[in-house]
């Protein structure tokens, strides 16, 4: 108990903090911010499998994320037939072509040994087969995006509930990193950062314009939910029942029917809207624990101990004959895994897909900044990370507002200074991180919970 104070005080506060959001602001933004720091957590646990572990640099989270998000839009969206009929058989036959190629590329380098001949033939095969696919797949697109574009325009998914998706995201990002991960995981560590940061450029753009398969920038919105919608909370009776009841004491002081029935209905709105959250809380909060103990007995476990003296010293560990290449292979594949359930998680919360949103440049560093501020390597503290980092990034804009309102109350409301620091609240939330990062880094350099070496 003793040996984990500083893990539950550092929690504590956190939880703190966000129940004085609830206080002071509402309980609706406290819950938003508690299950974006959920979703977060799981995205600094997948980063800091691949970093804290391993030692390898990953740039390209919002690549996995965005593939879990499509994860989502795959799975639960119910199929558009009509587009189907018009170019379904198209996209399935350039399908098939695409694996044909591999198959057939595969055979060639197993079978024949290296040389020019060889590079050649594989190329041919490459190049012929992209011409053929846009032969058999330029039509079927076009017939599919004409399909009621404003409504539609494409394929859609399987009509599954999308919790399925939290599984297929992590297999589209496992897929992804095991193919990036054969081309690039023998690069240095500042190349694997740029062609990481790269693919998930690549990956983001294929997403924004392949409209027949994603809807591309015109997004896809109403996705199917694992919580009720807020409008069938407030024509059920039993969470009507259930709002009077935990309200009863606040009921009670209105004497006046109408006025007491108007205030029912207003708590009743407000309450349905808690429950949604509560219900996605629990969800998140089960992957997250589940997440947190198997990455804590891998850890711990010879595999985690064998990781770690790789991360350290990697010819070491080579010269007593550990295979650093195929668990680095394995510990990329198992990091993007994780960010692709977060990625497919966030677009449950949100109920719909924007491609636009996913920014490498800008959200793939906060979540760096995450892992680096919680502590690279202690699991406890990739998600300690996500939350504080995560929190102040959501709630600068008010912090920052209060201070003003305070330090500036003796001036008037016209004054030009004053109404410039009240334009530039919005900006302040990079001032705050950038403070906040170099406290860290000066006070606490290997992270709030840095990491422990345990032999259990």
Request: a positive charge.
């Amino acid at each position: 108990m003793r040996k984990n104070l500083n893990v539950i005080a550092a929690y504590s506060i956190m939880m703190g903090l966000i129940i004085l959001v609830g206080i002071f602001q509402s309980w609706n933004i406290a819950l938003s911010i508690f299950n974006l720091c959920l979703i977060s957590a799981v995205m600094t646990m997948g980063a800091n499998i691949q970093w804290g572990y391993a030692g390898l640099i990953n740039f390209g989270i919002m690549g996995y994320t965005a593939l879990g998000g499509l994860a989502a839009v795959l799975i639960s969206v119910d199929p558009v037939q009509d587009a189907w009929s018009a170019g379904g058989f198209d996209v399935l036959t350039s399908l098939f072509i695409i694996i044909g190629m591999i198959v057939a590329i595969k055979f060639i380098l197993k079978r024949y040994e290296k040389s020019k001949i060889r590079t050649y033939f594989i190329a041919s095969i490459i190049i012929v087969g992209i011409i053929i696919i846009r032969i058999t797949a330029e039509p079927g697109i076009e017939a599919i995006e004409a399909i009621d574009p404003a409504k539609t325009g494409f394929l859609g998914g399987l009509g599954l509930p999308i919790v399925f998706s939290w599984i297929v995201g992590a297999l589209f990002a496992g897929g992804l990193a095991f193919v990036v991960g054969k081309v690039a995981l023998g690069l240095r560590a500042d190349y694997l950062a740029i062609a990481t940061l790269l693919i998930s450029e690549i990956v983001i753009a294929i997403i924004k314009h392949e409209d027949w398969l994603t809807r591309g920038v015109k997004n896809v919105i109403g996705l199917k939910r694992p919580a009720p919608y807020e409008v069938d909370l407030q024509t059920t009776g039993w969470f009507i029942d259930l709002v009077e009841k935990f309200n009863s004491g606040k009921l009670a002081l209105i004497s006046d029917l109408a006025e007491r029935q108007t205030a029912l209905n207003q708590l009743v709105i407000e309450g349905s809207s808690l429950f949604v959250k509560l219900c996605y809380s629990g969800l998140f909060l089960i992957v997250v624990i589940i997440l947190l103990i198997l990455t804590q007995k891998a850890l711990y476990s010879p595999w985690g101990r064998m990781m770690r003296a790789i991360r350290d010293n990697e010819e070491a560990a080579n010269a007593m004959g550990k295979n650093v290449v195929k668990q680095h292979l394995l510990i990329f594949i198992l990091g993007s895994a994780i960010v692709g359930i977060a990625g497919a998680m966030l677009v449950t919360q949100d109920g719909l897909f924007t491609p636009g949103s996913y920014r490498p440049m800008r959200y793939t560093f906060l979540i760096w900044v995450m892992v680096i501020v919680g502590g690279s390597g202690n699991n406890f503290g990739a998600i300690l990370g996500g939350f504080a980092v995560w929190f102040l990034w959501i709630e600068a804009a008010p912090i920052a507002l209060f201070l003003i309102n305070f330090f500036t109350s003796g001036m008037a409301e016209t004054n030009s200074f004053k109404v410039h620091l009240i334009e530039s609240v919005p900006y302040f939330r990079f001032l705050m991180m950038g403070i906040g990062l170099l406290l860290i880094m000066r006070y606490r350099p290997r992270g709030i919970l840095p990491e422990k070496i345990e032999i259990k």
